[in-house]
């Protein structure tokens, strides 16, 4: 018999679009969050070389290696503006995931409220719940082409409970860039409610079109309240090698290392040299990822051209509305599985918006292969409908 914390946090969904389509060349892979960037060329070099290095393969220190949280320390205040102290605020965790936990553990008690948008990632969602924490869910809407949020529905979702918000920025799976005015009206709840906010910076830096960067603890009256949560799985292509981290405020530092020791306990150490190095690189390295990744979602957009797509402003993924189509996201999934396209459900992403939608991973597959997705499309809804 299951537990009641588990009974209302669904499975993931990619994992079976991915086995559905299996493991055949030909097919489009669109339904996960990889690519096949190579990670920086320092850090692939510093990661066979710590193999034989002794203190790589310990035990210690549990909360990271000091030249680790040195460079995550200096790659946050360059960012933000806020210099956090590497060995008291700074946790290395195993990976992005453990990081998020830690973050809500921390962050909220059982029973306690977080707010999040429509859509977001289902992990973000569920890792709400599996800390016992509930999500509060407030949408986003497409505007002119671009995602945007309800800024009156994120008044009216906090309540006595509410502890924290939630966010990604660039949104992931919709690729949605907060606006100065939505940045604000986040801030201004966080210090009006006494509000912490979790951000998930896993691909803040991954922005087109010109976009403006903000770090939310840049803002007034924010740096005590950010828990940013961080990792080299994204910006440095680095998803294999599962190091993430947690930036605190003084307040919450000494409970995340607890969280942390318990949860993920110890980060490998011959990925943490890797990370080090990934963090060191010039900054070329990711300006020239960011192009890449912007030819290919140029490059899907055009595929895409004429149906109900929302234009994403960053991140490694687009939204699809299925149902301005007249299907369903898992009926159009499955269909284009049969035209040789892995594309995931947003079933469970979200409860009002996500589910009309399905999202496509255009950070996987070159140009040239993504110029075959709008023939793909096409077939399987002229199949489907």
């Not at 497409?142 to 924290?164: C, F, I, K, N, Y």
């Not at 803002?219 to 090698?241: D, F, K, N, T, Y």
């Not at 110029?371 to 399987?380: D, F, I, S, V, Y």
Request: net charge negative; hydrophobic share 45%.
């Amino acid at each position: 018999m299951g537990t009641q914390r588990m009974a209302g946090i669904p499975g993931f969904g990619i994992d079976r679009v991915a086995t559905v389509v299996g493991e055949d060349p030909a097919v489009l892979r669109l339904e996960n969050l990889d690519t096949d960037l190579r990670p920086p060329e320092v850090a692939l070099r510093a990661t066979q070389a710590a193999i034989d290095e002794d203190e790589a393969n310990s035990w210690l220190p549990f909360t990271g290696k000091a030249d680790l949280k040195q460079a995550v320390a200096d790659q946050v205040a360059e960012r933000s503006g806020v210099r956090y102290d590497p060995e008291a605020q700074i946790v290395i965790t195993c990976g992005e995931g453990d990081a998020m936990v830690d973050a809500l553990f921390v962050a909220t008690d059982p029973g306690d409220e977080v707010i999040l948008t429509d859509p977001t990632y289902a992990g973000v969602i569920n890792r709400v719940r599996i800390v016992g924490a509930v999500p509060r869910l407030v949408p986003l809407h497409p505007e002119s082409g671009e995602w945007r949020l309800d800024l009156d529905a994120l008044q009216g979702a906090v309540t006595e409970r509410t502890r924290a918000i939630f966010l990604i920025n660039p949104g992931m799976p919709t690729g949605h860039h907060l606006s100065d005015e939505e940045w604000a009206a986040v801030a201004a709840l966080c210090r009006e409610h006494d509000l912490w906010l979790i951000y998930l910076a896993w691909m803040e830096r991954i922005l087109f079109d010109g976009r403006p960067y903000r770090h939310p603890a840049s803002l007034p009256g924010m740096a005590e309240r950010v828990l940013h949560v961080g990792c080299v799985s994204m910006e440095q292509r680095m998803i294999g090698w599962r190091i993430g981290w947690v930036a605190a405020p003084q307040a919450l530092a000494d409970d995340v290392a607890r969280a942390h020791i318990y949860n993920g306990l110890t980060a490998g150490g011959v990925a943490q040299a890797g990370a080090v190095a990934a963090l060191r690189a010039p900054a070329e390295d990711l300006r020239q990822a960011v192009a890449e990744w912007e030819r290919r979602r140029n490059a899907t957009l055009e595929q895409l051209q004429g149906l109900p797509v929302v234009r994403p402003a960053g991140g490694w993924s687009l939204l699809l509305d299925a149902e301005a189509l007249g299907i369903s996201p898992p009926e159009l999934s499955r269909a284009l599985a049969e035209q040789k396209v892995a594309a995931t459900p947003m079933t469970a992403w979200g409860e009002q918006v996500a589910p009309r939608y399905i999202r496509f991973v255009y950070s996987n597959e070159p140009v040239e292969r993504l110029a075959t997705l709008g023939e793909r499309l096409q077939t399987a809804l002229a199949q489907a409908t």
